[in-house]
């Protein structure tokens, strides 16, 4: 499968509820236009509650720049909602007449190569085209609650889907942020919510039988299990947790319990040689590179602070995410198309919660990192992008003054504009202020940067494209005042 | 179950495999002196190779200051290994006759009121006790690999276990940073493991069948539901999903699902109306305190930054860990008892990978994380602890210098030194230099701050007994000399 990307102009969404109202959240906020039907009047309350989740989930699931927010139209009926669109995702009550009734509507009025796509949970692809004039353009989607933020998408195809419809879903959920898992085999309930269907009969059995509450249930998965789940899958943990052994050494050990008694759902697979084998086998294709120290420590370290430092560790769902933040710095506009005379907003966000300490404020080193994320943004207006310095070209900041002049609490929206003090030659100096709101002053920051040479980590002169686009900046601002407190130190009495 | 804590001075841990292993570093780490027994001579070295995961992962986990660590010792028998332990966890192979051979070695000469506790996966502590002279102090302790860092452990008695066991291996697990889960009936693999069952079963079926590879199977798990489980259980997220309308609501409208075949686990009990209202009544008296829209909020900032954020958030594997860390931080001397005549060291750590930015080193934000909790280090010595900004006072930093001198890449061990330059009435004049490894100086920060009184917001003087503490500070390093770089600012050319 290839990993390109294609963000469609136009899509539609076809039932409001959380699966749909979850699609449209992330579809505008990744700058597709929605148009969405659903019959019930309450829809258009209940998506805008969605959306609201999503943004501020969004404020801290990344600072990198979303693009123009898509815009979102509630249809009249399924004819205007789905004509032009080029995703059309269908994401209605879970009864396959309901479902197929929708499709007749949609393809008296959709584009030929429009892509319809179900959010079904476990109708197969195969019934639900059953009596479409043109199958070939319907498959599963199936996005996982928040659709907004969970990166899986399990795309799966009925007998009738073609090779292109996939291949050119796959390039839109991409784009969108998501992580597109396509099973080449149709079943029921395709592969997770089998385990999750799984898990809920075992669970239904416990709280029936009386041995554990719902809350006992709940606090043995995520206060162990879960959080490894969160990370890898259930065979890279027992191959971790297995260790050198080897996976098929594992699976011989664990074996006999097959035997007991240990759920209460007792149709098993039998455990032959071959079976054994597959196992081992797709195991080593999977993970047998690494090794299990690596391994371990991967996991370890993904367990300490899942979701932002699997980013730090280009893995899993974080890989996702630093995919789609790539791609999305990489749209910044060029600072031509910007008014540059005025200091420049750098850095707009909320203050989540997890920046607050106990004095009930945003903690004082993150002042730092608001003016650290908008020096960051300047450097790419500057041309000093991925690129720049994988070339081997960056600048260091060797000094820094924070006048922290007033709290903030969590989920106050901040912003930050920065003035170039001088810039000429290896040296950079930088000047913001970080507001909240439109004019409330809470901090200044003033630092010192200086351009180095990323093999000798010494200081050099910076690449004449990005000299030449700092200069730039520095005329332009020329004429600004010297703001208040620039260039003052602590004073010692 | 009470909420108190014992760490226990001694403990015992008869095999040194994964799960053994793991108890040993989780316990030393905690300040337990530990014996271990296992009769295979490559022990020793394993058990190393797991304690330097185990303490990559603490680097990572916190910067609590941790006890002093536990001493290590390998015995030649299991008789000189639990002799005085008070302690003594089981953790040799899931063999029945195996574990009742060990038990009846440890009953020869373990103290009367030892704590014996099992790990095994499954196997029931009635069956365990059988054949025990003093059956009332055996339990399972169900712990989950990597033992030294997911909290969960499950606590099952059987028939002879007494409540007094239970109770006092309740105070100890959380002693050492877990989240003890007393289950009240025995089953087979009691409740976790039942899920892990079932979920293997399952995945056994889909690879059997070639549906799915285990990589494909992983990518289900870990970009979906495996996020949401690191912080939210099955019921709860559920809950979260059906929205408004309630669990009774979601269960009746999932119920047919139970009815088809969505998983190869066939046998499941019947939804009658009473399991209906067990269920729903059981997760109002877990949730219901909370509205959905405070749960979709919890649940959405929890997904984004799961370990870290969930401990801001004081929530599930969050809240274990910052309980932990608060009896770390109140187990730090007093000042009196530390030679105060030199600058004080306020930080000991080492760099998380995730710290470091495209740069290939230490994101300067990161400079100011280091001495904003080298401030606090230093405000707890002098009394500033979480009682006396509860009862109202606290200091805010106003002013901040960093120098930022060289870099530094992920791993290296780093630290902070603290010298008060001024301290009288409402101001607080601090001077920081971090290092690494013995001497070399990666930035100085020099910080101003003013007492606050946290009603009013305003500055205010500090309670007597913080400006007794602080002034001893004062006249302690009275006669350090001024730090290079004091009272310096960023020159405007």
Known sequence: MANGTHRPALAAVIGGGVIGGGWVARLIQNGVDVRVFDPDPEVPRKITAIIDNADH??????IAPPPARGRLDFAGTIAEAVADGELIIEAVPERLEMKQAVYAEIELVAANDAIISSSTSGIMPSDLQA???WPDRLMVGHPFN???LLPLVE???GKKTSHETIRRADEIYRAIGMHPLHLRKEIEAFVADR??????REALWLVKDGIATTAEIDDSIRYGFGLRWAQMGLFETYRVAGGEAGMAHFIKQFGPCL???WTKLMDVPELTDELVETISSQSDAQSGSRSIRELERIRDDNLVAIMQALKANDWGAGKTLANWEAALYDAIPAAAQTDITMPLETLRRRVPAEWTDYNGHMNEARYLDCFSHATDVFMRMCGVDAAYVAAGGSYFTVETHIRHLDEVRANAEVHVTTQVLAGAGKKLHLFHHLYEGDNRLLATGEHMLLHVDMSSRA?????????SALADFVDAHAGLPIPDGAGRAIGVK
Do not use: H
């Open 155 to 157: 795309m799966v195809g």
């Open 146 to 148: 928040p659709v907004y």
């Open 57 to 62: 989930a969004l404020a801290r699931l990344t």
């Open 459 to 467: 200081s050099s002169l910076p690449g004449e494209s990005v000299a």
């Open 195 to 200: 385990f999750l269907e799984a898990v809920w």
């Open 131 to 133: 009596k479409m004039g």
């Open 259 to 261: 035997k007991w008694p």
